[in-house]
Nanobody
Framework: QVQLVESGGGLVQPGGSLRLSCAAS????????VSWHRQAPGKVRELVAR???????TYADSVKGRFTISRDNAKKTVYLQMNSLKPEDTAVYYC???????????WGQGTQVTVSS
């Protein structure tokens, strides 16, 4: 069955780094655009970074220069390298895969990232 499984979240001090991973199964990962979203308590879910199936990337202004999204189609995995973390980066981070031409999309279950001293 289709699965997106996030990992790599945790507690980190301000200024620290984390690398999130999202492992896909059950669908043709290489044909999908993949993105990371986050949702903080009491806030709406927001797009953090996206990587298209052709490799082009986009970032939210709040994370530009600090976060890097990448993908390994052979491993069916997308990564989010997060550096210079700030308390306002605290949220549940979700992986999202979509193939808009066919109106198909999948969400992962989320992984908690907490930035605190």
């Amino acid at each position: 069955q289709v699965q997106l499984v996030e990992s790599g979240g945790g507690l980190v001090q301000p200024g620290g780094s984390l690398r999130l991973s999202c492992a896909a199964s059950g669908f043709t990962f290489s044909m999908y655009d993949v993105s990371w979203h986050r949702q903080a308590p009491g806030k709406v879910r927001e797009l953090v970074a996206r990587i298209r199936r052709v490799g082009t990337t986009t970032y939210a202004d709040s994370v530009k220069g600090r976060f890097t999204i990448s993908r390994d189609n052979a491993k069916k995995t997308v990564y989010l390298q997060m550096n210079s973390l700030k308390p306002e980066d605290t949220a549940v981070y979700y992986c999202f895969a979509e193939r808009s031409l066919y109106n198909v999309a999948y969400w992962g279950q989320g992984t908690q990232v907490t930035v605190s001293s």
